[in-house]
């Protein structure tokens, strides 16, 4: 059963824009959530993550939010650049210290 | 060099046959672990290694095994493989705190 889960297969944005990525999960027992963006060919890599006792993290053009009540996580770029353009995971680690559960990605594009 | 290096980057094998995919890091990290990405299902985890000692199945572990020859290297193999074992694997490593992975670059399995 996937316990993190990205609804949307795919977004597009245009460049200088803000690009909204979205996570959500089942599991109230997670403690760190994560985002990662993977280039074709290569392996993902780690971008931005968050501690399930603060509700944003910031990082740049990166921001992420966490809503514990709605257990729902966004990303947000701003202003998108075309070099943005990959697949985003999101995960999530158990505070059991598990391996960490992964969405199953959203493609970003973002267009000049 | 690479942190994780994984080999071979590409493989087509038969039906049956056995594999081997390796993976070594230098990143002197206890925790390792074996993904499967397919497409429009995110990564699933197959193996993990806290350390030498402990090896531990992930929620697609049929058809797989794993050794953990040392702290910086953890080989999958797949002991007779099949075609639905067609997929890009990827090995990443951790410390264990903030659950922050580093990742290989991927090999590329085909299944005939």
């Known amino acids: 059963d996937q316990q993190v889960k990205q609804n949307s297969p795919s977004l597009s944005v245009q460049e200088g824009r803000i690009s909204i990525l979205n996570c959500d999960y089942t599991?109230?027992?997670?403690?760190?959530f994560l985002w990662y963006k993977k280039y074709p060919a290569e392996g993902p890599t780690f971008l931005i993550s968050i501690s399930s006792i603060k509700d944003k993290n910031e990082d740049g053009r990166f921001t992420v939010f966490l809503n514990k009540s709605a257990k729902h996580l966004s990303l947000h770029i701003v202003p998108s650049q075309p070099g943005d353009s990959a697949v985003y995971f999101c995960?999530?680690?158990?505070?059991?210290?598990?391996?960490?559960?992964f969405g199953k990605g959203t493609s970003l594009l973002v267009t000049p | 060099d690479a942190d994780v290096t994984q080999t071979p980057r590409n493989r087509i094998t038969k039906t049956g046959k056995r594999i081997m995919l390796e993976c070594s890091q230098t990143?002197?990290?206890?925790?390792m672990y074996w993904y499967r990405q397919d497409p429009g299902l995110g990564l699933q985890l197959i193996y993990y290694?806290?350390?030498?000692?402990?090896?531990n199945k992930g929620e697609i572990s049929d058809g797989y095994s794993v050794s953990r020859q040392a702290q910086a290297k953890f080989s999958l193999s797949l002991e007779s493989a099949i075609p639905n074992q067609t997929a890009l694997y990827f090995c990443?490593?951790?410390?264990?705190?903030?659950?922050?992975?580093?990742f290989g670059s991927g090999t590329r399995l085909t299944v005939v």
């Open positions: 599991n109230s027992m997670f403690d760190y």
């Open positions: 290694s806290f350390d030498v000692k402990d090896i």
């Open positions: 995960a999530a680690r158990p505070n059991s210290g598990y391996a960490l559960n």
């Open positions: 990443a490593t951790s410390d264990g705190t903030t659950g922050g992975y580093t």
């Open positions: 990143k002197g990290h206890d925790r």
